[in-house]
């Protein structure tokens, strides 16, 4: 017998290995990890299927070292969607799982709960015992130990300052116990609910009533709810309904810093064993959500786009908040879209699908429209909030101070004295964007990348968005030795600094990347907000997504314009996605909420029609564009991008793969693009470029990938730059 397994690699192939020794065949089930010698080291691999056969010469294969599992590890659907994962976005097998487990199980951890060992003092045992008036050590862990009754756990001894040796001579004069507890799963709760239900309005019904008619088997909504409308509490009731049947929930958020206020949300309402993926999790802690919600002892688990592997014993809805979110794609190794794949993972597990947005993608509006996702509108907000009213301010003439202009102080300082928060939105972290030589125009420009560097004035360093690389600041100009540097444009940074100048009586939370960095900071601030004292909340897109500030009733958006210029396809939809969810932050109590926009462009029509339409009619203007230009969701595009020392090598790789993709696809079904340098040149020292693929079916697309991949593996030009394919891309950065 033959084993075929997914290791750890980019390469899109299996490796065959022979059985480990003695091994009882019957154990070697699809979906079982061994351990296995690879070159020089061992690594952990996936059995994907046995064969009587291998090209591989008999001398050359060797076998497998260990089988790690005596079960598949993931439950069939969880399965099929790995392998469509890897299938669609033409990714290496091995790699897509190793994306898709956790750590620890990638490096040969064992599948199960582990058994806790705990140390106890002994009933009768005294820190005066005899027996320990030579050995303060002892005595001391003893005193520690008594002070828990119910024991420490062997894996904290660290955290009490208790180390084995000492605990092992205590156990030897029969002063502590070691005992083994097998872990027991906390019952599932019978009264699911901690706090009553909001009554719903007569649109939340409406979409209720559709979504409880719908469980029980796969179909996606697309839930388009207004800032505010609501949605939340419809997911709640939903959930609800979806515990009440015995099942459980996944819910995806898009970023974690949301993940408090989520959760804070679903365990005020439920009664729910909950957990939540993110970041500060140890890899251990990661490990054991995933198996206690593989063994159905997770009600509800949230997190973010990786949680949509989580395997689920009875999964009953899936729920995709904010999806239109850029962050549920993954942007490096394997490049998939978290919210497509939570359609896809419906479809296996045949359940529904929830997709809640209230500035929906331009693709699930499409497929809305399709009729494959049933779309359910809430158009009011809920309670007694009103909609926010959204004025443009023309800055072309008017002078600017720290980035804001006189009506918007005006309006600022009215909101504040009203005892009113005030939030600003500003998407650019630092200082200043440019430094500049007033004397003879020289910029400082990153050496690295096809980038100017922006100031951080408390750090004194000029540093890169892009490579991170960062220097000092020169005191004179390198060109003609000026002194005249001048920071030119506004980053949060200096707003801030103008900011507590103007409003001496405010405090001015900041809240950005560089000032949230500390693991608590960002929870202190939200804290602060929710205490609701007036204040200036100024920030980067950290701030506009999902929050609920209630006493925040006026938003300023400083700069509105990127999205007016910029060459990506999907700048405008951005631009108007971004500045409909800050301005959702303003009034979501019952005090109305203000948005005052500040534009270079007031007058732009786009701009224009946001303000006076809003987000619908936007949308579906955008979507006529697209359609008349031939552009995603109307057609299918994948961007194959090198990067390489020499600008040379990227291109001339890409031109070798646009002629053998020229061979596969005679029929000009799909039609290539390029080889172009991508819109950033060049990025940490690399030069790049890029070839675009776009086709108005998917079926001649993707047949034309899978060979075409093979080919580009085995091309010599290929080792010389770094390549990825990027199926659906969603920018061409
Ligand atoms: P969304 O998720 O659409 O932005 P939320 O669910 O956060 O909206 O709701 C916004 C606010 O309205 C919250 O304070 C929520 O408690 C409140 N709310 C939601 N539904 C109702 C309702 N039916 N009646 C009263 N208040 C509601
Ligand atoms: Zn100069
Ligand atoms: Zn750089």
Same mark, same amino acid.
């Given at each position: 017998?033959?084993?075929?397994?997914?290791?750890?690699?980019?390469?899109?192939?299996?490796?065959?290995?022979?059985?480990?020794?003695?091994?009882?065949?019957?154990?070697?089930?699809?979906?079982?990890?061994?351990?296995?010698?690879?070159?020089?080291?061992?690594?952990?691999?996936?059995?994907?299927?046995?064969?009587?056969?291998?090209?591989?010469?008999?001398?050359?294969?060797?076998?497998?070292?260990?089988?790690?599992?005596?079960?598949?590890?993931?439950?069939?659907?969880?399965?099929?969607?790995?392998?469509?994962?890897?299938?669609?976005?033409?990714?290496?097998?091995?790699?897509?799982?190793?994306?898709?487990?956790? #750590?620890?199980?990638?490096?040969?951890?064992?599948?199960?709960?582990?058994?806790?060992?705990?140390?106890?003092?002994?009933?009768?045992?005294?820190?005066?015992?005899?027996?320990?008036?030579?050995?303060?050590?002892?005595?001391?862990?003893?005193?520690?130990?008594?002070?828990?009754?119910? &024991?420490?756990?062997?894996?904290?001894?660290?955290?009490?300052?208790?180390?084995?040796?000492?605990?092992?001579?205590?156990?030897?004069?029969?002063?502590?116990?070691?005992?083994?507890?097998?872990?027991?799963?906390?019952?599932?709760?019978?009264?699911?609910?901690?706090?009553?239900?909001?009554?719903? *309005?007569?649109?939340?019904?409406?979409?209720?009533?559709?979504?409880?008619?719908?469980?029980?088997?796969?179909?996606?909504?697309?839930?388009?709810?207004?800032?505010?409308?609501?949605?939340?509490?419809?997911?709640?009731?939903?959930?609800?309904?979806?515990?009440?049947?015995?099942?459980?929930?996944?819910?995806?958020?898009?970023?974690?810093?949301?993940?408090?206020?989520?959760?804070?949300?679903?365990?005020?309402?439920? *009664?729910?064993?909950?957990?939540?993926?993110?970041?500060?999790?140890?890899?251990?802690?990661?490990?054991?959500?995933?198996?206690?919600?593989?063994?159905?002892?997770?009600?509800?688990?949230?997190?973010?786009?990786?949680?949509?592997?989580?395997?689920?014993?009875?999964?009953?809805?899936?729920?995709?908040?904010?999806?239109?979110?850029?962050?549920?794609?993954?942007?490096?190794?394997?490049?998939? /879209?978290?919210?497509?794949?939570?359609?896809?993972?419906?479809?296996?597990?045949?359940?529904?699908?929830?997709?809640?947005?209230?500035?929906?993608?331009?693709?699930?509006?499409?497929?809305?429209?399709?009729?494959?996702?049933?779309?359910?509108?809430?158009?009011?907000?809920?309670?007694?909030?009103?909609?926010?009213?959204?004025?443009?301010?023309?800055?072309?003439?008017?002078?600017?101070?720290?980035?804001?202009?006189?009506?918007?102080?005006?309006?600022?300082?009215?909101?504040?004295?009203?005892?009113?928060?005030?939030?600003?939105?500003?998407?650019?972290?630092?200082?200043?964007?440019?430094?500049?030589?007033?004397?003879?125009?020289?910029?400082?420009?990153?050496?690295?990348?096809?980038?100017?560097?922006?100031?951080?004035?408390?750090?004194?360093?000029?540093?890169?968005? /892009?490579?991170?690389?960062?220097?000092?600041?020169?005191?004179?100009?390198?060109?003609?030795? #000026?002194?005249?540097?001048?920071?030119?444009?506004?980053?949060?940074?200096?707003?801030?600094?103008?900011?507590?100048?103007?409003?001496?009586?405010?405090?001015?939370?900041?809240?950005?990347?560089?000032?949230?960095?500390?693991?608590?900071?960002?929870?202190?601030?939200?804290?602060?907000?929710?205490?609701?004292?007036?204040?200036?909340?100024?920030?980067?897109?950290?701030?506009?997504? &999902?929050?609920?500030?209630?006493?925040?009733?006026?938003?300023?958006?400083?700069?509105?314009?990127?999205?007016?210029?910029?060459?990506?396809?999907?700048?405008?939809?951005?631009?108007?996605?971004?500045?409909?969810?800050?301005?959702?932050?303003?009034?979501?109590?019952?005090?109305?909420?203000?948005?005052?926009?500040?534009?270079?462009?007031?007058?732009?029509?786009?701009?224009?029609?946001?303000?006076?339409?809003?987000?619908?009619?936007?949308?579906?203007?955008?979507?006529?564009?697209?359609?008349?230009?031939?552009?995603?969701?109307?057609?299918?595009?994948?961007?194959?991008?090198?990067?390489?020392?020499?600008?040379?090598?990227?291109?001339?790789?890409?031109?070798?793969?646009?002629?053998?993709?020229?061979?596969?696809?005679?029929?000009?079904?799909?039609?290539?693009?390029?080889?172009?340098?991508?819109?950033?040149?060049?990025?940490?020292?690399?030069?790049?470029?890029?070839?675009?693929?776009?086709?108005?079916?998917?079926?001649?697309?993707?047949?034309?990938?899978?060979?075409?991949?093979?080919?580009?593996?085995?091309?010599?030009?290929?080792?010389?730059?770094?390549?990825?394919?990027?199926?659906?891309?969603?920018?061409?950065?």
């Amino acid at each position: 017998m033959i084993l075929q397994l997914a290791l750890p690699s980019p390469l899109r192939r299996l490796f065959d290995y022979l059985p480990p020794l003695g091994c009882n065949p019957a154990l070697l089930r699809p979906g079982v990890r061994l351990r296995v010698p690879f070159g020089r080291r061992e690594v952990v691999g996936v059995l994907i299927r046995t064969q009587q056969h291998s090209e591989v010469p008999a001398d050359k294969l060797r076998a497998a070292l260990e089988l790690l599992d005596h079960e598949p590890l993931l439950p069939d659907s969880v399965w099929q969607l790995a392998l469509r994962t890897a299938q669609y976005y033409q990714h290496s097998l091995g790699d897509t799982l190793a994306w898709a487990l956790p #750590s620890l199980l990638r490096q040969g951890e064992a599948a199960q709960m582990p058994d806790q060992w705990i140390w106890q003092a002994a009933p009768e045992a005294r820190a005066d015992d005899p027996s320990l008036n030579r050995a303060p050590k002892q005595q001391a862990a003893l005193r520690v130990l008594k002070q828990h009754p119910h &024991g420490i756990q062997h894996t904290n001894l660290a955290r009490f300052d208790l180390q084995k040796a000492t605990l092992d001579n205590l156990q030897s004069k029969g002063l502590v116990s070691l005992t083994c507890h097998r872990h027991q799963s906390k019952p599932r709760p019978s009264q699911w609910l901690h706090a009553a239900e909001l009554p719903l *309005n007569s649109e939340q019904q409406t979409a209720l009533h559709a979504l409880s008619a719908g469980l029980g088997r796969f179909q996606p909504y697309l839930l388009a709810g207004v800032t505010g409308s609501g949605k939340t509490e419809v997911y709640l009731q939903l959930i609800h309904q979806v515990l009440r049947a015995g099942q459980q929930v996944l819910v995806l958020i898009p970023e974690i810093n949301l993940g408090p206020q989520t959760l804070s949300r679903f365990t005020e309402r439920f *009664n729910a064993r909950i957990a939540m993926l993110h970041s500060n999790l140890t890899d251990r802690e990661r490990l054991d959500v995933w198996l206690k919600a593989r063994a159905g002892e997770l009600d509800i688990v949230i997190g973010t786009r990786s949680a949509l592997f989580t395997p689920l014993a009875k999964p009953g809805l899936i729920v995709v908040d904010e999806e239109h979110d850029a962050s549920y794609k993954q942007q490096e190794g394997l490049r998939y /879209h978290a919210r497509d794949l939570a359609v896809l993972r419906g479809r296996l597990e045949n359940v529904p699908v929830l997709l809640g947005s209230a500035t929906p993608s331009l693709e699930s509006l499409h497929n809305a429209q399709q009729g494959r996702y049933a779309q359910l509108k809430l158009n009011q907000r809920a309670g007694h909030a009103q909609p926010p009213k959204l004025l443009r301010l023309d800055i072309k003439s008017r002078p600017l101070d720290g980035g804001l202009s006189q009506p918007l102080l005006g309006a600022m300082r009215d909101t504040l004295g009203k005892g009113q928060q005030v939030l600003v939105f500003l998407n650019r972290r630092g200082f200043a964007p440019t430094l500049l030589c007033s004397h003879c125009g020289w910029q400082a420009e990153c050496s690295r990348c096809d980038a100017r560097l922006t100031l951080h004035q408390r750090q004194q360093r000029l540093r890169c968005h /892009h490579c991170d690389s960062q220097r000092r600041i020169p005191e004179a100009c390198p060109k003609c030795q #000026s002194t005249e540097l001048l920071p030119i444009g506004v980053g949060t940074e200096r707003s801030e600094e103008r900011l507590l100048e103007l409003f001496p009586d405010y405090p001015v939370l900041r809240i950005d990347r560089d000032s949230t960095r500390g693991k608590h900071s960002m929870q202190a601030l939200f804290a602060q907000i929710q205490r609701g004292e007036p204040c200036i909340l100024l920030g980067t897109q950290m701030l506009a997504k &999902g929050h609920h500030f209630p006493q925040v009733t006026l938003v300023a958006i400083l700069e509105a314009d990127g999205g007016l210029f910029s060459a990506d396809f999907r700048a405008a939809e951005r631009m108007a996605q971004q500045i409909i969810q800050v301005a959702g932050r303003a009034g979501r109590d019952s005090q109305p909420g203000r948005v005052l926009i500040q534009s270079q462009l007031a007058d732009h029509p786009l701009l224009v029609q946001l303000c006076e339409s809003g987000y619908f009619a936007f949308a579906e203007q955008a979507l006529h564009e697209r359609r008349q230009a031939g552009l995603p969701p109307f057609s299918q595009m994948a961007l194959l991008r090198a990067e390489a020392n020499q600008p040379a090598l990227a291109e001339q790789f890409l031109q070798q793969a646009c002629t053998l993709a020229e061979g596969l696809c005679p029929s000009a079904s799909v039609e290539l693009l390029g080889p172009v340098p991508a819109p950033m040149a060049k990025r940490g020292g690399k030069h790049r470029a890029q070839l675009l693929l776009l086709s108005e079916q998917r079926a001649p697309l993707h047949q034309l990938l899978a060979p075409w991949l093979a080919q580009l593996e085995s091309l010599p030009e290929g080792r010389k730059v770094r390549w990825s394919l990027d199926v659906d891309p969603i920018d061409t950065y």
